[in-house]
């Protein structure tokens, strides 16, 4: 089974609104970390936000929040007044502090693009 | 400014032909990792060094052949590559591999190979 899965391969947005970008994750182990990455057409991967699992308030960057839902297994990304600039793939990524090494497991990503 | 640079940005090469890319980071950091990532995909992993020492390669073959000469130095040895091969590596930093769920990583911009 994914560990991370990001079920929505591409979203449009028009400039200034919010937008939501999902993400459900799967794992055992109660410590772990969840993260968002933006990747612009250039390539570089620039980190957004991150949220521990045993965080009681979810996280919040800027225009960037991370809505998450234990319970759920969910962690999804909401970018608020939407700008050009935010088109780009985002990829949500888990690291699980006892298992799998400490190693990053990335989901397939979500392409954006804002609309003006 | 990337906090982590690698050179070179574009490398066309030969199956026959040795070449290598290098990573640099100055935070610090003690964790490097090479990532290789196809178009619209997500990252790889393909090796990870902690403390300079390798602590992870990801069953990669041989013809990449990573080196740590030290804390702020990233190399990848390639040789005898096949077209498969063409991708985007991607190198990364982190404090360390300590068992933190925060282990943000810090990416370069990455270098676009093409192997003809």
Same mark, same amino acid.
Not at chain 1, 15 to 33: H, I, N, R, W
Not at chain 1, 51 to 63: L, P
């Given at each position: 089974?994914?560990?991370?899965?990001?079920?929505?391969?591409?979203?449009?947005?028009?400039?200034?609104?919010?937008?939501?970008?999902?993400?459900?994750?799967?794992?055992?182990?109660?410590? %772990?970390? &969840?993260?968002?990455? @933006?990747?612009?057409? !250039?390539?570089?991967?620039?980190?957004?936000?991150? #949220?521990?699992?045993?965080?009681?308030?979810?996280?919040?960057?800027?225009? %960037?929040? &991370?809505?998450?839902? @234990?319970?759920?297994? !969910?962690?999804?990304?909401?970018?608020?007044?939407? #700008?050009?600039?935010?088109?780009?793939?985002?990829?949500?990524?888990?690291?699980?502090?006892?298992?799998?090494?400490?190693?990053?497991?990335?989901?397939?990503?979500?392409?954006?693009?804002?609309?003006? | 400014?990337?906090?982590?640079?690698?050179?070179?940005?574009?490398?066309?090469?030969?199956?026959?032909?040795?070449?290598?890319?290098?990573?640099?980071?100055?935070?610090?950091?003690?964790?490097?990792?090479?990532?290789?990532?196809?178009?619209?995909?997500?990252?790889?992993?393909?090796?990870?060094?902690?403390?300079?020492?390798?602590?992870?390669?990801?069953?990669?073959?041989?013809?990449?052949?990573?080196?740590?000469?030290?804390?702020?130095?990233?190399?990848?040895?390639?040789?005898?590559?096949?077209?498969?091969?063409?991708?985007?590596?991607?190198?990364?930093?982190?404090?360390?591999?300590?068992?933190?769920?925060?282990?943000?990583?810090?990416?370069?911009?990455?270098?676009?190979?093409?192997?003809?």
């Amino acid at each position: 089974a994914q560990k991370i899965t990001q079920t929505q391969p591409g979203m449009f947005v028009q400039e200034k609104e919010a937008v939501t970008l999902d993400c459900t994750y799967d794992t055992s182990d109660p410590s %772990y970390g &969840l993260f968002w990455y @933006k990747q612009p057409s !250039s390539g570089e991967m620039i980190f957004l936000i991150y #949220q521990g699992s045993y965080d009681q308030q979810n996280a919040t960057e800027g225009r %960037y929040s &991370l809505n998450f839902q @234990k319970a759920r297994k !969910s962690a999804n990304l909401v970018i608020s007044a939407s #700008q050009l600039g935010d088109s780009a793939m985002y990829f949500c990524a888990m690291r699980e502090v006892n298992t799998n090494a400490g190693k990053s497991t990335f989901g397939d990503g979500t392409t954006l693009t804002v609309k003006p | 400014d990337t906090e982590v640079t690698q050179t070179p940005k574009h490398l066309v090469m030969g199956m026959t032909n040795k070449k290598s890319l290098k990573c640099e980071q100055h935070m610090g950091h003690r964790a490097m990792y090479w990532y290789k990532q196809k178009a619209k995909k997500p990252p790889e992993l393909m090796f990870v060094y902690s403390y300079e020492k390798l602590s992870i390669n990801e069953s990669v073959p041989s013809r990449f052949s990573p080196e740590c000469p030290n804390s702020s130095l990233l190399n990848l040895h390639l040789h005898a590559l096949q077209p498969e091969d063409s991708a985007l590596y991607l190198c990364a930093s982190s404090q360390d591999m300590a068992s933190s769920g925060a282990n943000v990583l810090t990416f370069g911009a990455g270098s676009r190979l093409t192997v003809l």
